[in-house]
C-alpha cells in the first residue's frame, strides 16, 4: 500500500484565494483525520470522519475551513477565503476503529505545506 | 484540563549515546499513549502504543515505559543513529473519545557524528 497519499505538498497562494487539500486514505480504513500543524501549538486535530461521516469538526477553526469525505477514499479540505495565519502544515491521517478500545493506529501522510502571503 | 507535556524541548546528543525523553499528561480517564517520530518535512510515525496495563514496550531500539499512576512516560533510545535526529511526540488519548489524541508539542533531537 502506498500510505496515506495528500496533494498538493506544496501550496503558495495569495491572501484571500482559496485553497483545496485533497487526501486519499489508505485503502480498508474506516477513519480519517486532518490535523493543522504549527511551531506554537504544535498538532491540532480539526475533524475526524468516521466511515466518512464528519464526526467531530470543534477543531475547525473558523467558518472560512470546511472539510467533505465524498467516499471512502478521498477526503479535502478547504479554506475560502485564506489568510496568512492559515500559513501551517496540513497532516491528513487514517486509521481502522475496531473498537472504543482498540489501539487505532494512525497513519500520516507527508502533509501539505501552506503558505499563504 | 487535559494536557500533555513534554521535556526537554530539544536536545543535542553524540552519536552512539543513550538518551531518554519524558512526557506528563493529566488525561483522564487515561486510555492510552502513544509515542511517534516525526523526520523533517514528513509526517508522524507510530513508534509504540502502550494501555493502561502496559508499563513497557520496545521497538527496536526505542524504549517505551509507562506509570500510569505517576502520569508519566519515557522514550529511550539505546546507541543513538544520525537517522535518529527527528522530533518526538507524546499523544495521550482518552476513553470515551478515542479519537481524540491530546499531543505535546514534541521534542526535537539532533544527533551529532
Known amino acids: 500500500d502506498a500510505g496515506v497519499i495528500q496533494s498538493p505538498r506544496h501550496e503558495v497562494t495569495e491572501m484571500g484565494q482559496e485553497v483545496t487539500l485533497r487526501c486519499k486514505p489508505i485503502?480498508?480504513?474506516?477513519?480519517l483525520f486532518w490535523y493543522r500543524q504549527t511551531m506554537m501549538r504544535g498538532l491540532e486535530l480539526l475533524i475526524y470522519?468516521?466511515?466518512?461521516?464528519?464526526?467531530?469538526d470543534s477543531g475547525m477553526p473558523e467558518d472560512r475551513f470546511s472539510a467533505k469525505m465524498p467516499n471512502a477514499s478521498f477526503s479535502t479540505l478547504k479554506i475560502q477565503p485564506s489568510e496568512p495565519r492559515d500559513s501551517a502544515v496540513y497532516f491528513c491521517?487514517?486509521?481502522?476503529?475496531?473498537?472504543?478500545?482498540?489501539?487505532?493506529?494512525?497513519?500520516f501522510g507527508a502533509g501539505t505545506r501552506l503558505s499563504v502571503l | 484540563k487535559n494536557q500533555v507535556e513534554q521535556s526537554p524541548q530539544s536536545l543535542i546528543i553524540l552519536e552512539g549515546k543513550n538518551c531518554t525523553l519524558q512526557?506528563?499528561?493529566?488525561?483522564?480517564?487515561?486510555?492510552?499513549l502513544r509515542w511517534y517520530k516525526q523526520d523533517t518535512g514528513r509526517g508522524p510515525v507510530s513508534l509504540t502504543i502502550?494501555?493502561?496495563?502496559?508499563n513497557t514496550k520496545s521497538n527496536g531500539r526505542y524504549t517505551a515505559t509507562l506509570d500510569a499512576d505517576t502520569k508519566q512516560s519515557s522514550l529511550h533510545i539505546t546507541a543513538s543513529q544520525l537517522s535518529d535526529s527527528a522530533s518526538y511526540i507524546c499523544?495521550?488519548?482518552?476513553?470515551?473519545?478515542?479519537?481524540?489524541?491530546?499531543f505535546g508539542t514534541g521534542t526535537r533531537l539532533k544527533v551529532l557524528a
Open positions: 491521517a487514517s486509521s481502522f476503529r475496531a473498537s472504543e478500545l482498540a489501539k487505532n493506529i494512525q497513519y
Open positions: 470522519f468516521n466511515n466518512n461521516v464528519p464526526i467531530d
Open positions: 512526557c506528563n499528561y493529566t488525561v483522564s480517564p487515561f486510555s492510552n
Open positions: 499523544v495521550v488519548s482518552a476513553l470515551g473519545g478515542t479519537y481524540k489524541y491530546i
Open positions: 502502550m494501555t493502561f496495563s502496559e
Open positions: 485503502s480498508g480504513h474506516n477513519s
